[in-house]
Each structure stands twice: as C-alpha cells, then as structure tokens.
C-alpha cells in the first residue's frame, strides 16, 4: 500500500511538472499583462482572498480578461465563472496568455514553472499567529533538480507585490517571508467584503440555535490523524458524545472546520448537534454564521477579533507546538479568550466558558482591520497604481 502510495504520489508529480513545462513554453508566445489569473490552495480551492476579489472583479469590472486555473477537479462542475482545469491544453494555455497571477500560498497555486515576465501579487491566506516561514526551523533548501531547473528556465520564484493588512503584521511577512518592504502593500483583506455582506443581510443558518459553535484547529507538518487524537487536538469519540449532549442541552450546534492540510476525518452521523465539514470548505462561510470560535493556535481568530466575537483556546499540546513553531508572533496570554488545555476541561466547563461575555475589544484596530471602513475599489485601485509601475 505504502509503495502505491508512493509510486502515486511521483507519478502526480511528473504530471505536474510536465503541464507546468507546457504552459511556460506557450507563454513567450502569448503572455499579456491585461490577462489576471487567479487560484488558491495550491491550486486545490476556491475560497479566501482570491475568490472574493475575483468574484469582485467578475460583478465590477467585467471588461477586465480574469480567469481561474484549478486542480480540483471537482470545481469543474462548480458555478465558477470562467475556471479551466490546469490538467489541460485549454488550461494551460490561459495561464500562458495570462501576465498577472494572483495567488494566497505561492506561485504553485498555478504553475510551479512560470515565466520570469509575470506580476506575481499574493493576499496570503490569513493573519499568522504561529510563526511561520523563515521564523521557524522549517527552512526548506531547493533540490539539485530544481536548483538545474531554475538554471535552465530562470522561472519566476518571487512575489511582487505582496497584500498585509497592517504595518504590524508587514514587519511579520518581512521576516518571515524574506520579503523586502517595497514589495509589501497595506489594504484590506478581500474576504472581509464576505463578512461585512453576511452581517448586511442579517442571515444565519441555524438560526433556531442560540449559538452556533465553530471548531477550527491549525494543522502540524507532519503528524498523522492518530496523532491528532492521541495529542487531544481532535475531540475522541466519547468526548463527541458528551459534547453532543451540551449541545442539545444548551440548544447550540458545533461546527467541525479542519484545515486544509489537515488529514481526511470522520465523525458520528448520528451526532445531532455536530456537524462535521469538509476541509476545503470556505470557512468565512462559516465564521459568519458563528457566534463562538474554539481553536488552537489559527489565525482564525483575528477574523472573530475582528467581528467582536468571543474565542476559547483549547491548547493540549502547547509546549510542544510552541518549541517546534520556534513561538508564536504574539504573548499568548495577552490574547482575548479563555484557554484550557484539554477538551475534558472544555466539556467540564462548558457553560461558563460559552455563556459568560468575558469579551473585550482591546485588539481591534491595532492589529486586525475596521471591515466596515472595507471599500474593495480602494484595493483594486491599489493594484491599478501598483501595476502601471511595473
């Protein structure tokens, strides 16, 4: 099982590269600035800051030429407007023709061999409260066969201009990302136009609950799904059960985000108050609807800050996390939240930890955006300057 695995997994990649080679042939022949490609997630997604400026751009600015490259297959069938599959002639050759790329991780959210000519402009996936990058001990060296590659096709590898939300959090990318600062723009987070429009409409899901639960863990490199249940991350299954029980005790609903990265999970059907979603589910879908988060250590959680909505930690394997992270980019205990270090305690404590306002708002504004003072045009704009410079 383990050599299929493998022998999948090289093949994927093989197939990967030889797309990317394709296209970044075609693209000295058609390459346009006025052409913006967009993807996310390594091209796995379409959620985050990529997909409300897109979808932004589609309602605003419809003459502009934008397009979506995906590896999801399954977006395929999507309502995505104007979305090509990267595994295709008709893919590749839009990335080809396309001279702006927008991504929230890297390049290889849509090529992993790109020509040096591309405006590359990255809004990143979040605010980070874990170290990341550079800051950690997770430094990765490029391989002699990429290092021949790079050599051979001098392919684009940098950002251009990069999106933080705050000077705060552009010293954090600076570092953490190597970035030099002429590279770094301040503005608003595309995604916060998802959560200013939500609370406009005054809509919630569950509406015949009194609070709606969001559970949202980070992932750790490395760690496979027993780990994440031996280590307390993941709730056991006769934690769920009591856990199901305060939920219809107290007439709330949990909501199960994974990350992205994280391992595939399953829970209980039968679990009446607890919903279990996929990993690639746009979570701003689901922090809107939330009136509570619970997590660990994501970045998750300025966006509650941000919506002045409460948050509890639950922090089982701290000392370890925070020794492999090299830290966090904040003194933890300075954070707005209960924390507790086991989901026993949160169970135990469960009403006083939910019911009680502990909230304070000292943290808004310094670090995390006004998304009611969110003008998307005032972003757009910025790239329009930012652009005719380049």
């Known amino acids: 099982m383990d050599y299929i695995l493998g022998l999948n997994f090289i093949m994927a990649k093989i197939r990967n590269f030889l797309y990317s080679i394709f296209g970044f042939i075609l693209s000295f022949f058609f390459i346009n600035k006025k052409n913006w490609i967009f993807s996310e997630l390594d091209g796995n997604g379409f959620n985050d800051n990529c997909k409300y400026?897109?979808?932004?751009?589609?309602?605003?600015?419809?003459?502009?030429?934008?397009?979506?490259?995906?590896?999801?297959?399954?977006?395929?069938?999507?309502?995505?407007?104007?979305?090509?599959?990267?595994y295709s002639l008709k893919g590749q050759y839009v990335i080809a023709k396309s001279g702006v790329f927008f991504t929230t991780h890297g390049l290889s959210d849509i090529s992993t061999i790109i020509n040096s000519k591309v405006i590359h402009i990255c809004f990143w996936h979040g605010l980070p409260l874990k170290k990341i990058g550079n800051d950690t001990f997770s430094i990765h060296s490029s391989s002699k066969i990429w290092l021949l590659v790079d050599f051979i096709t001098n392919r684009k590898k940098s950002f251009d201009v990069f999106f933080a939300s705050s000077v705060y959090f552009s010293k954090i990318f600076s570092s953490a990302l190597n970035l030099r600062r002429e590279v770094i723009k301040i503005a608003e987070q595309p995604r916060l136009t998802s959560f200013a429009q939500s609370l406009h409409n005054n809509e919630?899901?569950?509406?015949?609950?009194?609070?709606?639960?969001?559970?949202?863990?980070?992932?750790?490199?490395?760690?496979?799904?027993?780990?994440?249940?031996?280590?307390?991350?993941?709730?056991?299954?006769c934690e769920l059960l009591k856990l199901n029980?305060?939920?219809?005790?107290?007439?709330?609903?949990?909501?199960?985000?994974?990350?992205?990265?994280?391992?595939?999970?399953?829970?209980?059907?039968?679990?009446?108050?607890?919903?279990?979603?996929?990993?690639?589910?746009?979570?701003?879908?689901?922090?809107t609807v939330s009136d509570l988060l619970v997590t660990d250590y994501s970045g998750i959680l300025f966006d509650f800050y941000t919506l002045n909505k409460k948050v509890i930690f639950i922090q089982s394997d701290i000392k370890?996390?925070?020794?492999?992270?090299?830290?966090?980019?904040?003194?933890?205990?300075?954070?707005?939240?209960?924390?507790v270090l086991s989901w026993k305690s949160f169970i135990d404590d469960f009403y006083n930890l939910a019911f009680e306002d502990l909230l304070n708002k000292r943290f808004k504004g310094k670090y995390v955006a006004d998304f009611s003072a969110l003008e998307m045009p005032n972003v757009y704009n910025l790239i329009e300057k930012t652009l005719k410079g380049k």
């Open 320 to 339: 370890n996390y925070s020794l492999y992270r090299k830290g966090f980019y904040f003194n933890l205990d300075e954070l707005e939240g209960e924390r």
């Open 204 to 237: 919630k899901k569950w509406s015949k609950h009194i609070k709606v639960i969001l559970y949202a863990p980070t992932y750790r490199d490395h760690m496979n799904i027993d780990e994440y249940y031996s280590q307390g991350i993941l709730p056991l299954e």
């Open 53 to 86: 400026m897109y979808l932004w751009l589609k309602v605003n600015k419809p003459e502009r030429r934008t397009f979506w490259v995906t590896k999801n297959k399954k977006l395929m069938d999507s309502d995505v407007p104007d979305i090509y599959y990267f």
């Open 245 to 287: 029980e305060l939920m219809v005790k107290h007439n709330c609903r949990f909501l199960i985000k994974p990350h992205p990265y994280m391992p595939t999970i399953s829970i209980d059907r039968s679990l009446s108050n607890i919903e279990l979603f996929d990993k690639f589910t746009d979570v701003n879908s689901l922090i």
